[in-house]
Every structure is written in C-alpha cells, then in structure tokens.
C-alpha cells in the first residue's frame, strides 16, 4: 500500500514526486513508456518564461511566476542544465505596439522591476542582438527568462526522487481504477498498485485518466507544436530568447539557442485529432521558416539537424485545471500546457499541500539529500579527434558532442533503467549532433547490450489505445528550401 501513486512521468510527475520524497511516506511514479521525460516535457521550447507572459490572475501566471525563480538553485542541487539569457519580444509596427505595452503592463501587475522588464527602441534592441532583422522596431526586454535542458531536468528530479526513496515503475500503462471505501487499486499494464492517494500528472492523457476514476467531463485538446533545430554553429545569431508578439494561438514563433548552444526555432500550434501524431510537416515548417526570419534573417538552412514536434495538452479553459476534491483522495492536474515546465516546481509544492489539506501525513526527512551529481564530466580537448589507441574509459562514443564510454556507462548507474538508446542520448547528447546518431548508433547500442546485459530496439511509444506517427520531412528537404 503505497501513500501516493503518482501517474505519468513527465516533468510535472517528476517534480511532485522528487518534492514529496522529502518527507516520510511511500511513494511510487508510475509510468506507461520506459523512461520518464517522453511526453511533452522531452519536445518543447525549453523556455523559462517571464512572468509578463501569462495573464496576470490565472492559476498558470501564478505557478509560473511562482516556478520561475526557482530553477537557479533547483539547477544549483541537480545539474540538469539552466541558463538564464533574457527575453525580447520583439515588434515591427504600431499593432504590435500595443500588444508589447499591454506585456509590458502586465508583468508590471506581477512586480517585475524597471531593470527587469523594459520597453527598448531600434538601436538598443541592436546592440543586444546584432544579428536581428532590420524589419523589428521595438520590443520588450525582460532579464528574468532563461533556458533548461527540460528532459534533463525530469531525469535529474526523477534519479534525486529515487535517491529518497520514491519507487518508480516503467512500462505500465493504468487503465483501470478502482475506489475502494478508503483507498485506491489501480490496474497497469501486468501489475496493480494500491494507494491512499493518486495523483494524476499523465498529460496529454490525464482526461482519460480522470474518466478511469469516474470524472466525464475533462477534456483536453491537443495542439501540437513544430521546431527545426540546427548545428551549433549557428547559435551565434542569437544571444536572447526572440518571440514575437503573442497571438490567437499562443505565444508565436520563436527563435532561441537551447541550454546546449544548438540554434533553434518554433513552434506553430495546431489542433490535431490524434494524440500520438508527433510528425512534421513541410507547410508548417516552411511556416515557421518564414516567420522566425522576420526575427533573424540569416540563419543557414542547411544547417538544419532535424525536426520534431510536441503536443499541449491544452484546455478550451486556457488555464491550469487542479483539483482535489472531485474524488476523494485524488489530485486531477488537467491542461498543463505552457508555461508547465516554468510553473512544475511550484505545481510539486502546491500538490504536496493539496495532499497534505486532504490528511496526508508529512513529516520532513531529516536523512533528504538535495544533491544530484551532474552526468557530463568536463569536456577535456583532447577527447577530441580519433578514437583510436585511447583508454577505455575516455573512449569518444558520439563525435558531434564528444561523448564518451565512460559518461554513458555512468548514465546506468543512476537508478533509472536506461535500456536504449534514446534513453542513452536523453541523458550523455549521443546522438544529438550533426550526424544525429549516424557515427554512434552501433557503438552505443553495443554498450548497452554489453553493460545492461541486453538491449532494446527503441522505447516503445505505444498506447493501448493509439499507436504512435512519427513521420519527419526528411531534413534533406528542409536543407534545400528555398524560404
Ligand atoms: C510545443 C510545446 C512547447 C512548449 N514550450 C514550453 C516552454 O518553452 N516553457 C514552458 O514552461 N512550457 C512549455 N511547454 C509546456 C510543457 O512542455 C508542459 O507543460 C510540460 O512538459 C507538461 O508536463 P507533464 O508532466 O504534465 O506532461 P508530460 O510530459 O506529457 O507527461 C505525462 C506523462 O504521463 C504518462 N502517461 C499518460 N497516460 C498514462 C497512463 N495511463 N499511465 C501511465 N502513464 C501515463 C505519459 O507517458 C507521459 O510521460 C510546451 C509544450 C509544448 C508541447
């Protein structure tokens, strides 16, 4: 009998887990694919959002305003990887002139200070990005957003989690629960747990969760998003996060260089019927192409590695749906779309004081240990080059980002299953480079199965109920677009 069960392990499951490993009681994540960080916390922006971005008075400003200071020392006690960069959102005529102030305004709503967050002209928006379009003409300057290697950082909590002793089991889809007069049974895959509390953290999936319990009328609407990311090599174009002014559909397109320098930009948003198409397509790229170069002009398009999606598990409410008491017992987290990676910190403390509210009994560890090694050793220079007649154990595996034997062995000596390669590259990058795997694939899929005694193909992204599309537009094409 476990106190909390814990459904889906995305960066939201993951925070909630790792703060309630702090106190005594036991705990278990429960996880349908076989490593966490696969929904979409492994496919978005990556973007620590400014306050200034969400409408003041919602659950979601407040969360994330509440979230977002909080990943320097999060980052400080786990070493996944956050860099504060600053934001522009930049404008190009008198409409988005307005929408600018009325951002502008509204971070004023949440405190921001004049050094944070301020409106900036042509010649100073120039000075701070060299590289900009002439087109832009004023834009919002904020210093308080950054970057997070987000399925770091869910690994990261997921291993600190475990080190305190919270369970985790993969490969277990719930499809059943049962509320029995004063606990819970759940039914996955090929075993059943039973729990005082459930929180249900599942995503994209937690309507069809929340029904498993008898709740109809949650309903997530899914709207995917697309990003094409290049080598790093580009990354010099952009110093800042660069949106541009928000839309009917969000937040709009965007152009960035993720926590490890590679250049990036997206994502457009679609509705889409199936939750399990996370493909790409030309006309949304080309889209997104077009729109990321009124930002910055002269980003290489054959420098494009690859292209992905990721899907919201939005809400026609546009906020945050927690709530705890329409089934005794358990916590229902419905429409966790962005800024859910900013916000997940502060969802794992207001969780812990929802279960605590309804009887859950928390007494601090004294034994609780914050710190999480970091995975990648420094980058010595003369890992580089050949790989031939070197030790062992500085063997570069993945040329592109320089991994080495010795960092992927370490990766499975962290708690968490690490049965494939994907779940190799999540953690060490081999395979995230230029080649993307090209070089590695065989040398890494040969050290799991020598290390972990077998290998499997790939994580299965199945669903009882659906199975996965992942049809990518061949990077060929995308390299030789002219856009
Ligand atoms: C395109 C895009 C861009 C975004 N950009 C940003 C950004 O820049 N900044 C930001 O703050 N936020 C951003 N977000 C939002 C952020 O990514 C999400 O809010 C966050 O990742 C949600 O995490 P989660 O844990 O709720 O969901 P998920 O990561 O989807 O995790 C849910 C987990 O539940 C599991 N699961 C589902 N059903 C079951 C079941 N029946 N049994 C067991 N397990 C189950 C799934 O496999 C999954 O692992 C973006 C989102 C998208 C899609």
């Known amino acids: 009998m476990y106190d909390v069960a814990i459904i889906g392990g995305g960066v939201v499951g993951a925070s909630i887990a790792r703060e309630l490993s702090k106190y005594h009681g036991k705990i278990v994540l429960i996880e349908k694919e076989r490593d ?4 979409a916390t492994k496919a978005n922006s990556g973007i620590v959002h400014g306050v200034y971005a969400t409408e003041y008075g919602t659950l979601k400003g407040r969360l994330a305003a509440k979230g977002s200071p909080m990943f320097q020392q999060l980052n400080k006690e786990l070493n996944f990887g956050y860099r504060k960069t600053g934001s522009l959102v930049v404008g190009f005529n008198e409409a988005d002139h307005r929408k600018i102030q ?3 305004y509204n971070g004023k709503k949440y405190g921001e200070n004049d050094q944070d967050l301020q409106l900036i002209g042509a010649e100073t928006i120039n000075k701070l990005e ?3 379009n002439g087109d832009v003409k004023m834009a919002l300057h904020s210093k308080n957003v950054g970057v997070a290697s987000p399925y770091e950082m869910t690994i990261a909590l997921m291993e600190n989690a475990l080190a305190n002793g919270v369970k985790v089991f993969f490969g277990q889809e719930i499809n059943k629960i049962y509320r029995r007069e004063n606990d819970f049974k759940i039914q996955g895959e090929n075993q059943t747990f039973e729990a005082k509390y459930i929180v249900n953290a599942a995503g994209l999936y937690s309507d069809r969760v929340a029904r498993m319990a008898g709740i109809e009328d949650y309903e997530i609407i899914p709207r995917r998003g697309q990003y094409i990311l290049f080598g790093k090599d580009q990354g010099h174009l952009v110093n800042r996060v660069i949106f541009q002014v928000p839309n009917e559909k969000g937040k709009g397109i965007l152009v960035t260089t993720t926590f490890h320098g ?3 930009i997206g994502p457009n948003a679609e509705e889409v019927n199936d939750r399990a198409d996370v493909s790409t397509t030309k006309e949304s790229l080309k889209y997104i192409i077009q729109n990321a170069r009124r930002s910055i002009s002269d980003f290489k398009l054959n420098r494009a590695i690859t292209t992905y999606s990721g899907i919201r598990a939005s809400v026609k409410e546009k906020d945050f749906i927690i709530e705890g008491d329409r089934v005794k017992g358990m916590i229902n987290l419905i429409g966790i779309d962005s800024p859910g990676l900013t916000a997940a910190p502060a969802i794992g403390e207001m ?3 929802m279960l605590k509210e309804r009887g859950l009994i928390l007494n601090k560890k004294t034994e609780f240990q914050p710190y999480r090694a970091p ?3 420094k980058k010595e220079e003369d890992f580089e080059g050949s790989t031939d007649h070197q030790e062992p154990e500085k063997k570069v595996i993945c040329r592109c980002e320089t991994v080495t034997e010795e960092e992927i062995t370490e990766s499975f000596r962290r708690g968490l299953p ?10 060490t990058r081999a395979g995230m480079g230029q080649c993307q795997g090209a070089y590695c694939r065989s040398r890494v ?3 799991i199965r020598r290390e972990q005694g077998g290998y499997k193909e790939n994580i299965p992204m199945t669903s009882h109920r659906e199975e996965p599309k992942v049809h990518k537009v061949d990077i060929k094409k995308i390299r030789k677009m002219d856009v």
């Open 375 to 377: 995975l990648f050793h």
């Open 351 to 353: 969780v812990r004081e």
């Open 445 to 447: 899929k040969e050290i």
């Open 36 to 39: 966490v960080s696969l929904g």
């Open 130 to 132: 060299p590289h900009i």
């Open 418 to 427: 690490v049965e494939s390669i994907q779940a190799v590259k999540f953690r």
């Open 102 to 104: 009325k951002l502008y």
């Open 262 to 264: 590679n250049f990036m």
